[in-house]
């Protein structure tokens, strides 16, 4: 159980385009999600916190209107970069922990994960 | 603020001795703290927490770890590795204050040779 799909896997796209990334959790209903970017041989870098029905709290030095993030549903968040350049090429990963509300003991389940390159 | 540290950025071992992938940490309160395991080109896997009681945690795949309030450490440990243990290590803390939010250490390489 605890299945979180992300999609898609990888995704090149030309630069000043935009790209909407999917996180569904399949089995369980995620009121908070979590988008994170991975630099190469880095650790993760939490970009914004997904809350279903309101808007998503960003990070600080995290563009809002360059990463607009959507939690439509308890199962779907989307991630979309706008105008995307170069420098946005990044492995993006979402995640989210079982159940309604939040509980710290709680574990996060992650997507295997979204490749970007902009060329 | 919270954080955590891995010392190591890589571990080398062999297949069949024991390992150990250090991880210490800064919290105010008490520590809700987590190992994940990252695999080529995936997302991370969740092997084991630690949120209150037993010092020693269990989890997936033979990995254990040893929490140490003293030391304010959480080092992960397997008896006897297996080449298949190869991948990104990371010791995470999650934030207590309110906000939710789960603090990666920046991961250990590990290495098991056959």
């Known amino acids: 159980g605890a299945v979180v799909s992300q999609h898609p896997s990888w995704v090149i796209c030309k630069s000043g385009t935009s790209v909407k990334i999917e996180c569904r959790s399949l089995?369980?209903?995620?009121?908070?999600m979590f988008w994170y970017r991975q630099f190469p041989k880095q650790s993760l870098m939490l970009m914004a916190t997904?809350?279903?029905?309101?808007?998503?709290?960003?990070e600080q030095g995290v563009e809002k209107d360059k990463f607009l993030i959507n939690h439509a549903s308890l199962t779907l968040s989307t991630l979309t970069v706008t105008s995307a350049h170069p420098e946005d090429s990044s492995f993006y990963i979402c995640?989210?922990?079982?159940?309604?509300?939040?509980?710290?003991?709680?574990?996060?389940?992650f997507g295997n994960g979204t490749r970007l390159t902009v060329t | 603020a919270q954080s955590v540290a891995q010392p190591e950025d890589q571990v080398n071992v062999a297949e069949g001795n024991p390992l150990t992938v250090k991880c210490t940490y800064s919290?105010?309160?008490?520590?809700?703290l987590f190992w994940y395991v990252q695999y080529p080109n995936r997302g991370l896997q969740f092997l084991l927490k630690?949120?209150?009681?037993?010092?020693l945690v269990k989890g997936s795949y033979g990995f254990e770890a040893e929490f140490n309030k003293s030391q304010t450490s959480f080092h992960l440990k397997k008896p006897s590795a297996l080449v298949s243990d190869s991948a990104l290590y990371f010791c995470?803390?999650?934030?207590?204050?309110?906000?939710?939010?789960?603090?990666f250490g920046a991961g250990t390489r590990l290495f098991v040779k056959a």
């Open positions: 995640s989210a922990s079982v159940g309604q509300g939040f509980s710290y003991n709680s574990p996060l389940h």
């Open positions: 089995d369980f209903q995620a009121t908070t």
């Open positions: 997904s809350n279903e029905g309101s808007k998503a709290t960003y």
């Open positions: 919290v105010s309160g008490n520590p809700y």
């Open positions: 630690y949120i209150t009681g037993d010092n």
């Open positions: 995470a803390v999650r934030d207590n204050t309110g906000g939710f939010k789960t603090i």
